[in-house]
């Protein structure tokens, strides 16, 4: 099986792939969260992204967005992680198992949305999120790093007072070596499959209708939307990664995110936005 080209300064380039193609799974600084697909890693790498991406959770209008990325190994298989609004660090020296805190941001819901009747809801203010994640990662072929499955887990708490309670992710990404040249150049791709969960209060802030919003939705004759807490999506990230020189990787793809249960539901979504959600772009990252 081939593999990409490989020169003294990019040994492991095929590794570092999934790091770029990690970007196209997240949902950038002006998105609701991310996506990362954790792969072994023996280069740094920084890159940038420009996106389409929802302009609040749950809308079906979409603006652009740039998003950084960044990796950097500090020893034995310890990096730290920039992917748009996530900030995370691996503090296991181990190949198969990652593990450490992560810091991530959740944009906020104010005026500057499409939206007509949403722009006027009171505004939900930028969410800091602090938690930790853990990733297991389980080779297909011997010889072959790249082809793997990667499960993933993650749980935050916000620490701004936005919403109470937790939310968290659960995840599986099959990351796939393409064996021939497509076009002349080696490809890399993967395809996930995430959970979700969120507490009450989160889905009561971002899909609820309280108080003096009841007045926007005319139609729910004063009722509020109080919704549950659930698997509040579901979300399929894929990516396609290419090798343009030994310096430099391009990557397109993105995420499609389902809204479910009470999220799907709400007025904010129902009668304003769309259940489905959609992250798509490309980004090039540098290898050094």
């Known amino acids: 099986m081939k593999t990409f080209t490989h020169s003294p300064r990019s040994q492991p380039v095929h590794r570092s792939l999934a790091i770029a193609a990690a970007l196209l799974c997240s949902p950038l600084a002006a998105a609701q969260d991310v996506l990362p697909v954790e792969l072994l890693e023996e280069r740094n790498l920084v890159g940038l992204g420009l996106f389409a991406v929802p302009d609040y959770y749950g809308s079906g209008d979409y603006q652009a967005a740039v998003a950084p990325v960044l990796h950097y190994n500090f020893g034995e298989d310890r990096y730290v992680r920039v992917l748009g609004p996530e900030i995370l660090a691996n503090l296991l020296p181990r190949k198969d198992w990652r593990a450490g805190p992560l810091i991530r941001w959740r944009m906020r819901r104010d005026d500057d949305v499409d939206d007509e009747v949403v722009k006027r809801m009171r505004p939900v203010a930028t969410a800091t999120e602090i938690g930790a994640f853990v990733a297991y990662h389980m080779p297909l072929t011997q010889g072959q790093p790249m082809h793997k499955l990667v499960f993933s887990a993650d749980v935050v708490g916000n620490t701004n007072n936005v919403y109470d309670g937790a939310t968290g992710n659960l995840r599986v990404n099959y990351v796939h070596p393409f064996p021939q040249p497509v076009a002349g150049r080696q490809l890399i791709g993967s395809i996930g ?48 990664t290419t090798q343009l020189n030994p310096e430099w990787l391009m990557t397109f793809g993105g995420r499609y995110e389902r809204l479910l249960d009470d999220a799907k539901d709400s007025p904010v979504v129902e009668g304003r936005g769309d259940a489905d959600q959609w992250t798509v772009g490309v980004a090039f990252s540098y290898l050094f």
Do not use: M
């Open 193 to 240: 499959f995430g959970l979700f969960f969120a507490s009450k209060d989160f889905n009561r802030k971002y899909f609820g209708i309280r108080d003096s919003d009841e007045v926007l939705f005319p139609e729910r004759g004063g009722l509020i939307y109080d919704p549950d807490p659930s698997v509040t999506s579901i979300k399929i990230p894929f990516s396609l």
